[in-house]
């Protein structure tokens, strides 16, 4: 018996992205696509088995989708343009993704997870489990979305917060260390650390705010001084003033020490 599926994304090219990748698993079976939840919502087919779902959709979005569907929900698979550090909260609450655009590798282990499921009906969540998991994720993806506007003499820059680095202090200014640039501020030190605090940044030193999400290891020097490798191979310094920073940074990552 065929495994039922339907996708549902605002972008026609995306659609036929899905519909090409299914494509060359004769098991799976695309019964309908749809350009919006909305038609989605309108047009639902029964006997499904798989959803592929877009997560931004203008006015109702694929985690606001899935709380109006009928129940019992199929598996659910996002379909996403998010960037790395938001696709570790899918890994994280166990739920697959299919990122864009499609690889045919990655759709490969996909299939395969999607017959391993299946083919185990005992063992997939109910629904209220399902959807409390996304309003998790849901939460995460925001934060991890999560945009500053710096201002420069060369104007305003709206930054993903996930492209920082670190932060630094230099003299009168403040210095953000990008994956690709670097962007001077006259802002200081001090009100970066308060507005940042929630997303995972943490200062490190009187001049330095890192982004826990790009420290790869740390490690403990002579006179109880620690020093952190970030995701570029920087090297930042951890005084001892701020050594208790260090506990909120291995619970929130995975990073290796030495």
């Given at each position: ?5 339907i ?7 995306a ?16 019964v ?17 088995d798989v ?19 009928p ?18 909260a899918?890994?994280?609450e ?31 969540k ?10 998790v ?12 506007s710096?201002?420069?003499d060369?104007?305003?820059?709206r930054?993903n ?5 670190y932060?630094?202090?230099v003299?009168?200014?403040v ?7 670097q ?11 308060h507005?940042?605090?929630?997303y ?13 999400k ?16 970030l995701?570029?191979q920087v ?15 291995v619970?929130?990552?995975e990073?290796?020490?030495?």
């Amino acid at each position: 018996m065929a495994i039922r599926c339907i996708c549902v994304d605002d972008e026609p090219m995306a659609r036929k992205g899905i519909a090409l990748a299914i494509k060359p698993f004769n098991e799976l079976e695309l019964v309908a696509d749809f350009f919006s939840a909305e038609d989605l919502l309108n047009n639902y087919p029964d006997n499904i088995d798989v959803l592929f779902v877009d997560i931004e959709m203008p006015r109702l979005n694929g985690f606001e989708l899935l709380q109006k569907l009928p129940q019992p929900l199929p598996m659910v698979i996002f379909v996403t343009a998010y960037n790395q550090y938001a696709i570790k909260a899918f890994e994280a609450e166990a739920l697959d993704y299919v990122l864009k655009p499609i690889e045919e590798e990655r759709f490969a282990q996909v299939v395969t997870r999607i017959k391993k499921q299946l083919g185990q009906p005992q063992n997939i969540k109910n629904n209220d489990y399902l959807l409390k998991i996304v309003s998790v994720l849901q939460k995460k993806i925001q934060k991890n979305e999560a945009t500053i506007s710096i201002k420069t003499d060369d104007g305003y820059f709206r930054i993903n917060l996930s492209e920082i680095l670190y932060v630094e202090s230099v003299g009168d200014h403040v210095c953000f260390h990008l994956i690709n640039q670097q962007l001077i501020s006259r802002n200081t030190l001090k009100h970066y650390v308060h507005e940042l605090a929630e997303y995972g940044f943490h200062q490190v030193h009187k001049s330095s705010l890192v982004n826990s999400k790009h420290i790869t290891k740390f490690e403990k020097l002579r006179f109880g001084d620690y020093q952190l490798e970030l995701s570029n191979q920087v090297v930042l310094r951890v005084s001892r003033r701020y050594k208790s920073t260090l506990n909120h940074i291995v619970n929130q990552t995975e990073v290796n020490s030495i």
